[in-house]
């Protein structure tokens, strides 16, 4: 292809070359490219080696922070059930009438089991469990009241389905009022959006350092290679031809350093793991962790992709394009 | 082949480095461009590989007026000129095959084509033994040549040299002007830039002086011819 000699043959990729046939050119010549780059990575390995560790660590923390949430969500999915309901029987009720409201309980088909607390009971357990023996002696009366503990069956252990058993068991006239104790899952579920909060903006911002960081190894590798570029555009080299290997080198970065990446990840658990079966155990718990699975491996290693062909692309539209042949 | 047409050329900061240049080097044709350093030769160069734009005028190359060529129609401007550089600019990083042949990798050449058009070209400035050295490891007159045989490895109908000999000693200078003798004979325009004034006054070929961005007639060369 020749703009200024119609006639002129160069013999080149343009010529006689149309539709398919020079898409299926375009494409051999961007992947032979990219091996190219990958080859002109091996030149200098040290440096290669290193950015592509600091990109590693830098895709291994939010990957670690994605495990964590994924393992606690996974433990806490268990806790969704709420145990107990507790019924505070009213005052002026005697112990018959609590007792045959105990019984009267227990037949309901909503509940497995129920146990019954008196008032002395509970104050004993307190003065044990509180350390306020000897200031709870001073009181003239108890000031603790009778409970009643249900459990319900399992169909009713669901917050939603726990809430509409309450108000049932509310309505009996011996029970002043009660409680469902879904508080503590409420917090460890506002815990839970906290720390997947955390754990998006921690990632945004080491993602940010990311394309930053292959940025500026592309801006290093664009100066260091300043007189080529001249002599590439002096000899006619269209603008695609000069940023492709660039581009690529970042592509490489992102594919290398997603699978460090990936890499420290599973190497992380691995070493956790023994740890985490002792913890496991002294709860009498049967759970194991969970690591990374072959979809998050190929969203890890796409997200590093697009990392290193941003941070590239990034650097190659901003500098390439200052660099022009100024001396004949 | 190059026509300039009331050409000039003002830098940014005021220098006015050429200032209403006019010529015309028909096809095939190989001319002088001398003057003293600073007087615009490779202002004037430049102005024909597109590295700057003229500030009024037009330049034309086969009747092409390069005004209207796009910035990123620049590559295919520059893909039919030869240029030769004085300090030859050749990729170290490279070996000799590999610098030669990186017009037509750049213009999509089939590998086997390459080969043949590196060593034709290599061959012609007599370097054929050198394929495989580094640029370094060559002499400057090899340097040289080998400068050459890239400029002129994919055949282009013109061909520019700024200074080709300016580091090179009498014998070595006039055989590199033989080459582009060579080339000239086959068909291509070849416009040399030098102040080698001696060896401009032993060919009888035409030379456009530029004195202080202005063209005139050089006597010297009038003399000769």
């Given at each position: 292809?020749?703009?200024?000699?119609?006639?002129?043959?160069?013999?080149?990729?343009?010529?006689?070359?149309?539709?398919?046939?020079?898409?299926?050119?375009?494409?051999?010549?961007?992947?032979?490219?990219?091996?190219?780059?990958?080859?002109?990575?091996?030149?200098?390995?040290?440096?290669?080696?290193?950015?592509?560790?600091?990109?590693?660590?830098?895709?291994?923390?939010?990957?670690?922070?994605?495990?964590?949430?994924?393992?606690?969500?996974?433990?806490?999915?268990?806790?969704?059930?709420?145990?107990?309901?507790?019924?505070?029987?009213?005052?002026?009720?005697?112990?018959?009438?609590?007792?045959?409201?105990?019984?009267?309980?227990?037949?309901?088909?909503?509940?497995?089991?129920?146990?019954?607390?008196?008032?002395?009971?509970?104050?004993?357990?307190?003065?044990?469990?509180?350390?306020?023996?000897?200031?709870?002696?001073?009181?003239?009366?108890?000031?603790?009241?009778?409970?009643?503990?249900?459990?319900?069956?399992?169909?009713?252990?669901?917050?939603?389905?726990?809430?509409?058993?309450?108000?049932?068991?509310?309505?009996?006239?011996?029970?002043?009022?009660?409680?469902?104790?879904?508080?503590?899952?409420?917090?460890?579920?506002?815990?839970?959006?906290?720390?997947?909060?955390?754990?998006?903006?921690?990632g945004l911002l080491l993602l940010s350092a990311v394309i930053l960081i292959i940025g500026n190894t592309i801006r290093l590798s664009i100066m260091d290679?300043?007189?080529?570029?001249?002599?590439?555009?002096?000899?006619?080299?269209?603008?695609?031809?000069?940023?492709?290997?660039?581009?690529?080198?970042?592509?490489?970065?992102?594919?290398?350093?997603?699978?460090?990446?990936?890499?420290?990840?599973?190497?992380?658990?691995?070493?956790?793991?023994?740890?985490?079966?002792?913890?496991?155990?002294?709860?009498?718990?049967?759970?194991?962790?969970?690591?990374?699975?072959?979809?998050?491996?190929?969203?890890?290693?796409?997200?590093?992709?697009?990392?290193?062909?941003?941070?590239?692309?990034?650097?190659?539209?901003?500098?390439?394009?200052?660099?022009?042949?100024?001396?004949? | 082949?190059?026509?300039?047409?009331?050409?000039?050329?003002?830098?940014?900061g005021g220098h006015r480095a050429l200032e209403k240049v006019s010529f015309e080097l028909a096809d095939g044709e190989l001319a002088f461009l001398t003057?003293?350093?600073?007087?615009?030769?490779?202002?004037?160069?430049?102005?024909?590989?597109?590295?700057?734009?003229?500030?009024?005028?037009?330049?034309?190359?086969?009747?092409?007026?390069?005004?209207?060529?796009?910035?990123?129609?620049?590559?295919?401007?520059?893909?039919?000129?030869?240029?030769?550089?004085?300090?030859?600019?050749?990729?170290?990083?490279?070996?000799?095959?590999?610098?030669?042949?990186?017009?037509?990798?750049?213009?999509?050449?089939?590998?086997?084509?390459?080969?043949?058009?590196?060593?034709?070209?290599?061959?012609?400035?007599?370097?054929?033994?050198?394929?495989?050295?580094?640029?370094?490891?060559?002499?400057?007159?090899?340097?040289?040549?080998?400068?050459?045989?890239?400029?002129?490895?994919?055949?282009?109908?013109?061909?520019?040299?700024?200074?080709?000999?300016?580091?090179?000693?009498?014998?070595?200078?006039?055989?590199?002007?033989?080459?582009?003798?060579?080339?000239?004979?086959?068909?291509?325009?070849?416009?040399?830039?030098?102040?080698?004034?001696?060896?401009?006054?032993?060919?009888?070929?035409?030379?456009?002086?530029?004195?202080?961005?202005?063209?005139?007639?050089?006597?010297?060369?009038?003399?000769?011819?």
């Amino acid at each position: 292809m020749s703009l200024l000699f119609k006639s002129r043959n160069t013999q080149g990729a343009g010529n006689n070359r149309h539709g398919i046939s020079a898409i299926y050119f375009a494409m051999l010549n961007f992947i032979r490219q990219g091996v190219n780059s990958l080859g002109e990575m091996w030149r200098t390995p040290i440096a290669s080696l290193m950015t592509i560790l600091v990109l590693g660590l830098s895709l291994t923390l939010p990957a670690t922070l994605y495990v964590v949430v994924k393992n606690v969500q996974q433990v806490s999915s268990g806790f969704s059930d709420a145990a107990e309901i507790s019924l505070f029987v009213k005052e002026e009720l005697n112990d018959a009438q609590t007792q045959t409201l105990v019984k009267r309980l227990a037949l309901y088909p909503e509940i497995e089991s129920v146990s019954y607390i008196s008032k002395s009971q509970a104050l004993k357990e307190f003065k044990q469990v509180s350390g306020f023996g000897q200031a709870l002696d001073y009181l003239d009366e108890n000031p603790l009241p009778n409970v009643v503990l249900v459990t319900p069956t399992v169909r009713y252990r669901k917050p939603q389905a726990a809430q509409q058993l309450l108000t049932k068991l509310e309505a009996e006239r011996e029970v002043e009022f009660g409680k469902l104790d879904i508080a503590w899952l409420e917090r460890l579920n506002a815990l839970l959006s906290l720390l997947k909060e955390s754990v998006f903006t921690v990632g945004l911002l080491l993602l940010s350092a990311v394309i930053l960081i292959i940025g500026n190894t592309i801006r290093l590798s664009i100066m260091d290679k300043k007189e080529e570029i001249q002599v590439l555009k002096l000899v006619g080299a269209t603008n695609a031809f000069i940023h492709t290997p660039f581009i690529w080198t970042g592509i490489w970065y992102g594919v290398i350093g997603g699978f460090v990446a990936f890499m420290s990840v599973v190497m992380m658990l691995w070493w956790l793991e023994s740890a985490v079966a002792m913890v496991a155990g002294v709860y009498q718990s049967n759970f194991v962790l969970t690591g990374l699975n072959g979809n998050e491996l190929l969203i890890l290693l796409s997200l590093a992709i697009g990392l290193g062909f941003s941070g590239s692309y990034i650097s190659v539209r901003k500098y390439i394009k200052d660099i022009e042949p100024d001396k004949v | 082949m190059i026509r300039f047409e009331n050409v000039s050329k003002t830098y940014p900061g005021g220098h006015r480095a050429l200032e209403k240049v006019s010529f015309e080097l028909a096809d095939g044709e190989l001319a002088f461009l001398t003057g003293h350093s600073g007087a615009g030769k490779s202002t004037l160069l430049k102005l024909i590989s597109v590295m700057e734009r003229p500030s009024a005028g037009h330049v034309y190359i086969n009747g092409v007026n390069l005004n209207v060529v796009k910035n990123r129609q620049i590559p295919y401007v520059r893909r039919d000129i030869g240029i030769i550089f004085q300090n030859h600019r050749l990729l170290d990083r490279y070996n000799v095959f590999d610098n030669v042949a990186l017009p037509l990798v750049i213009d999509g050449m089939h590998h086997k084509n390459i080969t043949k058009r590196v060593h034709a070209a290599l061959d012609k400035v007599g370097l054929l033994d050198k394929v495989k050295c580094q640029p370094s490891t060559l002499s400057g007159g090899e340097q040289q040549r080998v400068g050459i045989a890239r400029a002129i490895v994919n055949s282009p109908p013109l061909l520019l040299a700024d200074e080709p000999t300016g580091n090179l000693d009498p014998e070595l200078s006039m055989e590199i002007l033989k080459l582009f003798e060579d080339f000239n004979r086959h068909g291509t325009a070849v416009l040399i830039a030098t102040h080698d004034l001696g060896l401009i006054a032993r060919m009888k070929y035409r030379s456009l002086t530029l004195d202080h961005g202005r063209l005139i007639t050089d006597p010297l060369a009038q003399e000769v011819l």
